[in-house]
């Protein structure tokens, strides 16, 4: 029996996200796996310390770029209850939109990549040409293709009016045909189902002893939706319930056909809000709040599981913020499910699990060619304990 | 060793959401977040740790508590018993050494003048 | 299958997608926020925008009375236009801000509003 350590580093050409994976091969089956990482850490939630409220939100917005929204909407949910403000319903509505043209923009970006670790470039090319609507749709909307930022405390930063509504459906309209055609391929051609089934198992009790969450989750049978069990702002009404998403097969395979069809029902959502909108109306102008209170909490449905966020205010500024992001919670199961797979099944497991490793940090100070880890409590007092 | 599994027994929790450590006054308080199934609200618990005390382990209840907890003792230095990955370092434990030719010397400050 | 080798075929002999940049400019929206100026001859020298910066940009020069501010910590969030009680901090749709030297970052775009009342 042999053991050799085989590195899949931080910068590969294949895997997109810096994630050191330390694999103890035997031949070509993997018999363990490790994970190390600090790679592309940023202390974002040191950043947003000491700042007013509205000046705190722009700086959690900005911790990923592809789920930008989902960390905006976790926020507000945590501290408007503390201002203690009344919101009306189309602020409410405008931002339902922007978070399921978010969800629809992230599983058209996962789609691309799931088809570059594969090795077909036309396949990604073709999910990424759909995903430039999506980005016009956001130009128009709120000012920027990525970050796009059009939330305050209790309002928003302008209101869409007639012709906005009107371009959303027209783009809506060009892409839905493309994506029901790409969703065919993915699920029959030989040479993919061939790749996906019947590997990177994750079985049902496995899902609900570890606490996974999103589409890691719905894959495996187990019903974890932030929307339908704690609905808040729009998801409330009545007429804009969401059907959660669920398959039973436990492999790769169900967790991408369950990305697929969360495109649709995301369409179908989009639609009944821009009727539900009154493009007249407009929304309150700024004004400042203060907070009540110690502690807020609050939770949002990003496009990969639940996001979570727990705020200390003091003296109306935030003193600290813990973003618990939803691939922290579903890191405990990266080095289980691959023992005893091939080596060559390895980016197309970790492409299926989805992971945004922006979102999660750690802090390293370089300093006269030895690398040191400071804490942060260290970091407080300015010098380093033994 | 502080002793916190009986309480949280007591709540009877289906999953662990989230463990967090805040300073008050100098002091950190580790606040526990639990979640339930079949209800939309989300439990806290909260408990004082003075220097030099440390906490018994989660991880017999709920295993996806040794990521958490190796967090927490990295970020503000209290120690988890029973964890055998607190007190190691998890993030940039092992990773591959910077060789002696680095380009780099010195420490850096990053201001607005850099 | 099929429907993939039609769409091959008609790929093929239609226009590519992609434009070609510096011969064709690409189109943005109105609304794009893409630089950022100040109407020097309005502004009251209040500090609203100073307190409010999350990067701590723009700073009021206190010999010359107006606001001032370095595009090169600038984020284009939009909270100093959003407190500016005389509305004289405004964004226009041009992208390309390269600068070959750092301190040509401090020097200041043209002031005056072509569209009066709107904010990008």
């Given at each position: 029996?042999?053991?050799?350590?085989?590195?899949?580093?931080?910068?590969?050409?294949?895997?997109?996200?810096?994630?050191?994976?330390?694999?103890?091969?035997?031949?070509?089956?993997?018999?363990?796996?490790?994970?190390?990482?600090?790679?592309?850490?940023?202390?974002?939630?040191?950043?947003?310390?000491?700042?007013?409220l509205d000046?705190?939100l722009?700086?959690v917005q900005?911790?990923?770029?592809?789920?930008?929204q989902c960390h905006s909407l976790a926020f507000l949910n945590a501290v408007e209850p503390m201002a203690g403000i009344e919101v009306p319903d189309k602020v409410y509505l405008q931002r339902l939109l922007s978070a399921e043209?978010?969800?629809?923009?992230?599983?058209?970006?996962?789609?691309?990549?799931?088809?570059?670790?594969?090795?077909?470039?036309?396949?990604?090319?073709?999910?990424?040409?759909?995903?430039?609507?999506?980005?016009?749709?956001?130009?128009?909307?709120t000012?920027?293709?990525?970050?796009?930022s059009p939330d305050l405390i209790g309002t928003a930063k302008r209101a869409f009016?007639?012709?906005?509504?009107?371009?959303?459906?027209?783009?809506?309209?060009?892409?839905?045909?493309?994506?029901?055609?790409?969703?065919?391929?993915?699920?029959?051609?030989?040479?993919?189902?061939?790749?996906?089934?019947?590997?990177?198992?994750?079985?049902?009790?496995?899902?609900?002893?570890?606490?996974?969450?999103?589409?890691?989750?719905?894959?495996?049978?187990?019903?974890?939706?932030?929307r339908?069990?704690d609905p808040y702002m729009a998801y409330a009404f009545k007429?804009l319930?969401?059907?959660?998403?669920?398959?039973?097969?436990?492999?790769?395979?169900?967790?991408?056909?369950?990305?697929?069809?969360?495109?649709?029902?995301?369409?179908?959502?989009?639609?009944?809000a821009?009727?539900m909108i009154d493009?007249?109306e407009d929304v309150p102008k700024r004004k400042n709040v203060f907070a009540k209170g110690?502690?807020g909490r609050g939770r949002s449905?990003?496009?990969?599981?639940?996001?979570?966020h727990?705020v200390?205010?003091?003296?109306?500024?935030?003193?600290?913020?813990?973003?618990?992001?939803?691939?922290?919670?579903?890191?405990?199961?990266?080095?289980?499910?691959?023992?005893?797979?091939?080596?060559?099944?390895?980016?197309?497991?970790?492409?299926?699990?989805?992971?945004?490793?922006?979102?999660?940090?750690?802090?390293?100070?370089?300093?006269?060619?030895?690398?040191?880890?400071?804490?942060?409590?260290?970091?407080?007092?300015?010098?380093?304990?033994? | 060793?502080?002793?916190?599994?009986?309480?949280?027994?007591?709540?009877?929790?289906?999953?662990?959401?989230?463990?967090?450590?805040?300073?008050?006054?100098?002091?950190?308080?580790?606040?526990?977040?639990?979640?339930?199934?079949?209800?939309?609200?989300?439990?806290?618990?909260?408990?004082?740790?003075?220097?030099?005390?440390?906490?018994?382990?989660?991880?017999?209840?709920?295993?996806?508590?040794?990521?958490?907890?190796?967090?927490?003792?990295?970020?503000?230095?209290?120690?988890?018993?029973?964890?055998?990955?607190?007190?190691?370092?998890?993030?940039?434990?092992?990773?591959?050494?910077?060789?002696?030719?680095?380009?780099?010397?010195?420490?850096?400050?990053?201001?607005?003048?850099? | 299958?099929?429907?993939?080798?039609?769409?091959?075929?008609?790929?093929?002999?239609?226009?590519?997608?992609?434009?070609?940049?510096?011969?064709?400019?690409?189109?943005?929206?109105?609304?794009?926020?893409?630089?950022?100026?100040?109407?020097?001859?309005?502004?009251?020298?209040?500090?609203?925008?100073?307190?409010?910066?999350?990067?701590?940009?723009?700073?009021?020069?206190?010999?010359?009375?107006?606001?001032?501010?370095?595009?090169?910590?600038?984020?284009?969030?939009?909270?100093?236009?959003e407190?500016?009680?005389?509305?004289?901090?405004?964004?226009?749709?041009?992208?390309?801000?390269?600068?070959?030297?750092?301190?040509?970052?401090?020097?200041?775009?043209?002031?005056?509003?072509?569209?009066?009342?709107?904010?990008?």
């Amino acid at each position: 029996m042999h053991d050799k350590i085989f590195p899949i580093g931080p910068q590969h050409p294949s895997l997109k996200e810096p994630i050191f994976l330390k694999l103890h091969v035997d031949g070509s089956y993997i018999t363990k796996a490790e994970f190390n990482l600090g790679y592309a850490h940023r202390g974002v939630e040191k950043c947003a310390e000491g700042y007013l409220l509205d000046t705190a939100l722009h700086a959690v917005q900005r911790t990923c770029g592809i789920c930008s929204q989902c960390h905006s909407l976790a926020f507000l949910n945590a501290v408007e209850p503390m201002a203690g403000i009344e919101v009306p319903d189309k602020v409410y509505l405008q931002r339902l939109l922007s978070a399921e043209l978010e969800r629809i923009h992230s599983h058209l970006l996962w789609g691309g990549l799931m088809a570059h670790e594969i090795g077909l470039e036309t396949l990604f090319m073709y999910y990424w040409r759909e995903r430039e609507h999506i980005l016009d749709v956001f130009d128009d909307l709120t000012g920027n293709r990525v970050h796009h930022s059009p939330d305050l405390i209790g309002t928003a930063k302008r209101a869409f009016n007639r012709k906005n509504l009107d371009f959303i459906l027209e783009k809506l309209d060009l892409i839905e045909p493309e994506v029901k055609e790409l969703k065919e391929v993915m699920r029959s051609e030989r040479v993919i189902t061939s790749r996906f089934k019947k590997h990177g198992m994750i079985p049902r009790k496995m899902a609900i002893d570890l606490g996974l969450v999103g589409p890691t989750a719905r894959g495996s049978g187990v019903e974890n939706d932030v929307r339908v069990h704690d609905p808040y702002m729009a998801y409330a009404f009545k007429e804009l319930k969401v059907k959660p998403v669920v398959r039973n097969e436990c492999d790769s395979w169900g967790r991408s056909m369950v990305r697929c069809d969360e495109v649709f029902e995301s369409i179908g959502l989009i639609r009944k809000a821009c009727e539900m909108i009154d493009p007249k109306e407009d929304v309150p102008k700024r004004k400042n709040v203060f907070a009540k209170g110690t502690y807020g909490r609050g939770r949002s449905e990003a496009p990969r599981g639940e996001n979570f966020h727990f705020v200390k205010v003091e003296n109306n500024r935030i003193s600290r913020i813990k973003m618990r992001t939803p691939t922290l919670a579903n890191l405990i199961c990266y080095s289980r499910i691959m023992e005893g797979e091939d080596i060559t099944d390895v980016p197309v497991i970790m492409m299926s699990l989805d992971p945004c490793i922006s979102c999660m940090e750690r802090v390293a100070v370089i300093r006269n060619e030895k690398k040191e880890v400071w804490t942060s409590h260290e970091l407080f007092e300015g010098k380093k304990h033994d | 060793m502080l002793n916190v599994t009986d309480e949280i027994k007591k709540m009877k929790a289906d999953r662990l959401v989230s463990i967090t450590v805040a300073k008050e006054k100098g002091k950190n308080i580790v606040f526990y977040h639990l979640a339930r199934n079949d209800s939309p609200e989300i439990l806290e618990y909260s408990i004082k740790v003075p220097k030099n005390e440390q906490v018994k382990s989660l991880i017999d209840l709920f295993e996806n508590a040794a990521l958490y907890e190796a967090e927490a003792t990295e970020l503000f230095g209290v120690k988890f018993r029973g964890n055998e990955l607190s007190g190691k370092r998890l993030f940039q434990g092992e990773g591959p050494p910077i060789p002696k030719t680095c380009a780099f010397k010195g420490a850096f400050r990053v201001t607005k003048d850099a | 299958m099929v429907s993939m080798i039609i769409k091959v075929l008609k790929n093929l002999l239609s226009k590519p997608f992609t434009s070609k940049y510096p011969k064709e400019k690409a189109k943005v929206s109105v609304n794009f926020r893409g630089a950022i100026h100040v109407d020097q001859e309005n502004c009251i020298a209040c500090r609203l925008c100073e307190v409010n910066c999350p990067t701590g940009a723009i700073v009021v020069d206190t010999k010359k009375n107006y606001a001032v501010v370095d595009r090169s910590l600038c984020i284009l969030c939009g909270m100093c236009a959003e407190v500016c009680p005389v509305n004289v901090i405004w964004f226009s749709n041009d992208y390309e801000n390269a600068e070959k030297k750092k301190k040509d970052f401090r020097k200041q775009l043209p002031g005056p509003n072509p569209r009066p009342g709107k904010r990008s």
